[in-house]
Nanobody, 119 residues
Framework: VQLQASGGGLVQPGGSLRLSCTASGFSLHNYAIGWFRQAPGKEREGVACISSVDEDIYYSLSGRLTISRDSAKNTVYLQMNSLKPEDTAIYYC???????????????WGQGTLVTVSS
């Protein structure tokens, strides 16, 4: 059972990135997928979540995110637009059965992907 987060990289302020969270060893169909981020020297914070019935919740980057699910690819995407330097962080995805949860409730975690927003 594994979650793989990918899609991070270096992007200029105002740019966009699409992060992917792909599962292997289990189906994401009945799981909520949350995205979290941790910037240097800061605590991990919630970014967005999509529940097992595809209800979206956005915790930060107000108005600049879209979370979506492709069940055929067993992948959840996080589209991030109008990125700012303060969005620089390691972004993690996590899975929990059913509904979105607080940080402590997630069962499986990906390894993280680094997003750097800089000119």
């Amino acid at each position: 059972v594994q979650l793989q987060a990918s899609g991070g990289g270096l992007v200029q302020p105002g740019g966009s990135l699409r992060l992917s969270c792909t599962a292997s060893g289990f189906s994401l169909h009945n799981y909520a997928i949350g995205w979290f981020r941790q910037a240097p020297g800061k605590e991990r914070e919630g970014v967005a979540c999509i529940s097992s019935v595809d209800e979206d919740i956005y915790y930060s980057l107000s108005g600049r995110l879209t979370i979506s699910r492709d069940s055929a690819k067993n992948t959840v995407y996080l589209q991030m637009n109008s990125l700012k330097p303060e969005d620089t962080a390691i972004y993690y995805c996590a899975a929990v059965a059913g509904s979105c949860s607080s940080y402590e409730g997630y069962e499986y975690w990906g390894q993280g992907t680094l997003v750097t927003v800089s000119s």
